[in-house]
């Protein structure tokens, strides 16, 4: 099946600093998709962004498609920031293993 | 609230008890997802239905467990003898899809399985 790698897998920051999550995956998709896991254990859908960029307030993601990856932006982190990143590809959505953010005030 | 809500939150039995959870999708989504996530992990795929049909199962569902969505509308996921190995977090996800969607998946809060 398809294999997805997220890096880096900690990420430590300091409010108001910029970030960038990766997201690697095996083999062409056609739904790529990001959630943050909150401390509460709550997904919620960031982006469904098979190729391309979007935007959405602080958040932004860009996939490029035909090399395999996808890439998070946070801008200006805040503390509500911190939980889990996840990256998930595929018709049934394989989820890489996430990346654990700590944004501290 | 009209997002995906599971039930029960938490759940701890014992062994070799049978387990039954609910999951209620937002009420336009055709199809309805199970996932199963263990600490430290994403979520895995276990199975998933378009309206009241389930289309794929997971090499993870054993035949101790099934699942079902008899009018297209909740899902119910039971467990059979329930082992220790089956303590995780169960994740019930909806998504509106017809051809050419933009088939975003919404999650409920899960259900979390303790079995002693």
């Known amino acids: 099946g398809i294999q997805v790698e997220q890096s880096p897998p900690d990420l430590i920051l300091q409010e108001g600093a910029n970030s960038t999550l990766r997201c690697n995956f095996s083999d062409s998709v056609n739904n790529l998709q990001w959630f943050h896991q909150n401390p509460w254990g709550q997904l919620i859908n960031l982006f469904y962004?098979?190729?391309g960029t979007k935007q959405n307030g602080r958040l932004s993601a860009t996939t490029v498609a035909t090399e395999r990856y996808s890439l998070l932006y946070i801008s200006s982190s805040q503390t509500t920031d911190s939980g889990v990143y996840f990256c998930a590809v595929g018709s049934k959505l394989t989820f890489g293993k996430g990346i654990t953010l700590s944004v501290r005030p | 609230d009209t997002g995906v809500s599971q039930d029960p939150r938490h759940k701890i039995t014992k062994r070799g008890q049978n387990v039954t959870f609910r999951c209620d999708p937002i009420?336009?989504?055709?199809?309805l997802y199970w996932y199963r996530q263990t600490l430290g992990q994403g979520p895995e795929f276990l199975t998933y239905?378009?309206?009241?049909?389930?289309?794929?199962k997971s090499r993870l569902l054993s035949d101790r467990f099934s699942a079902e969505r008899p009018k297209g509308s909740f899902s119910t996921l039971e467990i059979q003898r329930t082992e220790q190995g089956d303590s995780a977090m169960y994740l019930c996800?909806?998504?509106?899809?017809?051809?050419?969607?933009?088939?975003?998946?919404?999650f409920g809060s899960g259900t979390q399985l303790s079995v002693l």
């Open positions: 962004i098979p190729s």
């Open positions: 239905f378009q309206n009241e049909a389930q289309l794929e």
């Open positions: 996800a909806s998504s509106l899809h017809y051809r050419g969607s933009n088939e975003k998946l919404f």
């Open positions: 009420s336009e989504h055709n199809r």
